[in-house]
């Protein structure tokens, strides 16, 4: 009974994580560019009872083994990220942007660190009389192909960004300052660490060092592949949530929740059982 309550506690543990998951997809469903997790479990260590020594039959004529196996419950394995595209909403904003191209992301500086969003509302933060800063909706400077922060000199009449992210800020002379968008094309998203604020930043470890080659997980998507960059000027991306297959997924959990806590009942009753036995 007590190995009973231990599979079921353990699962429970994760199971929770799971919901906390489910609830922040929910609560993100407003969030421009977010981008929602699904949580994927594997089973905890499986120990094998043998109780058939005598193996008589073919290896063909069973699917399974000759043994007993006991689990002891289940994990949380691996958070992943699914980089479907969302839905347009269409603003009228010149500083408002969108991808229309799955797994394409702008880079920002946060924490002294470039960081990567698909969060494409940007805004313009003073730095002097003369100059202004292009930043997210958190104050992070947005950055060029060459990762320098985009610096604005002089009155702003209008701006323009084309399809392949080239950002144009038009002035009242009729001269422009045109700077190309940071964009990065993640390869391997699983590998992404959330930063907080909708963005993402590379795996490190304790150190401060990369697990894992940038080239590895993304690709910078300067100079001669430009074109491969697709920005819509005017419209926001929409969250990838589905509600309806949220609360179907909450509901799911909630249920098998439900199971494992009444497991741990059933076991603590049995075991008042056979303690009250004279």
Partial sequence: MNRTMITATNTLSQL????????????????????????????????????????RLEPQDRMTSFDIRQGTGAKLGQVQMH?????????????????????????????????????????????????????????????????????????????????????SAEKYDGTSQDFNLGVSLVKKPQFLEQAGGNL????????????????????????????QVSIQQGVLEQSNVDMSKEMTDLINVQRSYQFHAKTVTMADQMLGLVNGIR
Avoid: C
């Fill in 16 to 55: 929770q994580k799971q919901m906390d998951i489910i609830g922040h997809n929910m609560a993100n469903i407003d969030t421009a560019g977010y981008k929602r997790r699904e949580a994927k479990f594997t089973d905890l260590l499986v120990q094998e009872f043998r109780n058939q020594p005598n193996d």
């Fill in 83 to 167: 980089l479907a595209q969302g839905g347009l909403k269409t603003t009228d904003r010149s500083l408002d942007t969108a991808f229309t191209a799955e797994g394409q992301f702008y880079r920002v500086m946060a924490d002294g660190e470039v960081r990567f969003t698909r969060n494409g509302a940007f805004y313009l933060s003073p730095l002097s009389d003369n100059e202004t800063l292009l930043v997210n909706s958190d104050g992070h400077a947005i950055l060029d192909e060459n990762d320098r922060p985009i610096t604005i000199v002089g009155n702003v009449k209008n701006f323009r960004v084309n399809e392949t992210g080239q950002f």
């Fill in 200 to 227: 993402f930043a590379l795996p490190r470890n304790e150190k401060g060092e990369l697990i894992m080659e940038e080239a590895e997980i993304l690709t910078n998507l300067n100079g001669a592949l430009r074109n």
